[in-house]
């Protein structure tokens, strides 16, 4: 059974810091691994989707990188702003059917 | 294009009353993912589906839960003899395919609370 676990929990930050937010997968037999952010009260925007075959993937200030072997991965957010305050979650596809397994998230605060 | 629509966004039951939770996928899309989000806790999925199909109810609770997903008008997952541990935020997604690469589309929720 596939498990997802997100370090650290909560994380603070003043604005223009590079960070990193640390997803951990148990089950190396991923179809793919997608980073989400969340917003109190909304729903969960698609940040970023790797394959399995990928190692990473780049959209504007955000890079998640995937290690199957190792059971990891990260995103890297460049420059941080306040309007990057949230919650980020990362999920794990374990086969076709886009069925997947989230982490408890990270949820990041950036102070002006 | 529309995004995912999910309603009502708060709906407030009694215990022993039933829930019923509508979602509309994006425009094209035939693929509908349930998940529930309980306080403190990560998304779990429960159910998906494909118009006029249940294709996985792993994560679904044996009793009480049932999703459709007809072929005209939205799904709904219903809640039946709703009780204080039902109380969540739901959420709906969708997909244009089930390929293990399509992005999935999320709803903003239904946040049941349950008295």
């Known amino acids: 059974k596939q498990e997802v676990t997100q370090i650290p929990a909560a994380l603070s930050v003043p604005e223009g810091e590079n960070l990193v937010l640390n997803c951990s997968f148990t089950?190396?037999?991923?179809?793919?691994l997608q980073w989400f952010r969340q917003d109190p009260g909304k729903g969960l925007t698609s940040l970023l989707l790797?394959?399995?075959?990928?190692r990473e993937q780049t959209s504007g200030r955000l890079n998640a990188s995937l290690d199957k072997s190792s059971g990891r991965s990260t995103l890297y957010i460049a420059a941080s702003q306040p309007g990057d305050s949230a919650t980020y979650l990362c999920?794990?596809?374990?086969?076709?059917?886009?069925?997947?397994?989230f982490g408890g998230g990270t949820r990041l605060m950036v102070k002006p | 294009n529309a995004g995912v629509m999910q309603n009502p966004r708060h709906l407030v039951r009694r215990r022993g009353q039933e829930a019923r939770l509508r979602c509309s996928p994006m425009?094209?899309?035939?693929?509908v993912y349930w998940y529930r989000q309980l306080p403190e806790e990560g998304l779990k999925f429960m159910v998906y589906?494909?118009?006029?199909?249940?294709?996985?109810e792993s994560g679904m609770p044996k009793e009480r839960f049932s999703a459709e997903f007809p072929k005209e008008g939205p799904s709904i997952l219903r809640i039946q003899q709703v009780v204080r541990g039902d109380s969540a935020a739901y959420f709906c997604?969708?997909?244009?395919?089930?390929?293990?690469?399509?992005?999935?589309?999320f709803g903003s929720g239904t946040q049941l609370s349950v008295l």
């Open positions: 997604a969708s997909s244009l395919q089930a390929a293990t690469n399509e992005k999935l589309f």
């Open positions: 089950d190396s037999a991923i179809y793919n």
């Open positions: 790797i394959q399995s075959s990928q």
């Open positions: 999920a794990g596809g374990l086969n076709a059917g886009n069925m997947l397994t």
């Open positions: 425009k094209g899309h035939s693929h």
């Open positions: 589906l494909q118009k006029e199909n249940i294709i996985d």
